[in-house]
């Protein structure tokens, strides 16, 4: 009996050929995967629950965003490569955080990883928010500017959906916030 696969790609020498396109993706996918482990070589990695929160507020505050906008629990391990932007933060297991604010639950994996700069996280991996029964993963979150009053966060796809900024915000960022824009 013939397989499916024997019909379906002729041989030669005895040896299936795959179509170029087949081909092509799995040349793609292997040097993605390549320069995925790449993508961390001459990091700034710090271990521990209290180094790693520091450093997360320390970048999230950096960029220009409210410290409660990523609240990652039992941090281990983060890392930032300055020369491309990428970081990334692991945690002990997988969280779910309600913003009360927003109405919004959101999914965080045991590692969240993204490409930072000025006002802007994208292609984040790692992080998907609850909309309606489905489960939508978030790729960027960024800050509307020049008055930063507005994050959006986009899907890959790009739909985006903005919220107040305030409603990621500690009270004492709310406050201070509050007290800027009043004068």
Same mark, same amino acid.
């Given at each position: 009996?013939?397989?499916?696969?024997?019909? &379906?790609?002729?041989?030669?020498?005895?040896?299936?050929q795959?179509?170029r396109?087949?081909?092509?993706?799995?040349? =793609?996918?292997?040097?993605?995967?390549?320069?995925?482990? *790449?993508?961390? +070589?001459?990091a700034?990695?710090?271990?521990?629950?209290e180094?790693?929160?520091?450093?997360?507020? $320390?970048?999230?505050?950096?960029?220009?965003?409210?410290?409660?906008?990523?609240p990652?629990?039992?941090?281990? $391990?983060?890392?930032?490569?300055?020369? /491309? #932007?990428?970081?990334?933060?692991?945690?002990?297991?997988?969280?779910?955080?309600?913003?009360?604010? /927003?109405?919004?639950?959101?999914?965080? +994996? +045991?590692?969240?990883t993204?490409?930072?700069?000025?006002?802007?996280? =994208?292609?984040?991996? #790692?992080?998907?928010?609850?909309?309606?029964?489905?489960?939508?993963?978030? +790729? $960027?979150?960024s800050?509307?500017?020049?008055? &930063?009053?507005?994050?959006?966060?986009?899907?890959?796809?790009?739909? %985006?959906?903005?919220?107040?900024? /305030?409603?990621?915000?500690? *009270?004492?960022?709310?406050?201070?916030?509050?007290?800027?824009k %009043?004068?």
């Amino acid at each position: 009996m013939i397989s499916s696969f024997a019909t &379906a790609f002729p041989t030669i020498s005895g040896v299936h050929q795959l179509p170029r396109s087949l081909l092509h993706r799995h040349r =793609k996918m292997s040097t993605t995967n390549k320069s995925a482990a *790449d993508e961390r +070589a001459g990091a700034e990695i710090v271990y521990g629950a209290e180094e790693c929160h520091r450093q997360s507020v $320390e970048l999230l505050q950096e960029l220009g965003f409210p410290k409660g906008v990523m609240p990652l629990q039992n941090l281990e $391990e983060c890392g930032r490569v300055r020369e /491309t #932007g990428f970081v990334w933060m692991k945690q002990k297991a997988p969280y779910e955080h309600f913003f009360v604010n /927003t109405g919004t639950r959101v999914s965080y +994996a +045991a590692e969240v990883t993204a490409y930072v700069e000025k006002s802007r996280m =994208k292609r984040m991996t #790692g992080i998907k928010s609850r909309q309606m029964f489905l489960w939508v993963p978030i +790729a $960027e979150m960024s800050l509307e500017e020049p008055a &930063a009053s507005k994050i959006t966060f986009k899907t890959p796809m790009g739909i %985006g959906k903005s919220f107040p900024v /305030t409603a990621f915000m500690t *009270d004492e960022e709310k406050n201070k916030y509050l007290l800027e824009k %009043g004068n």
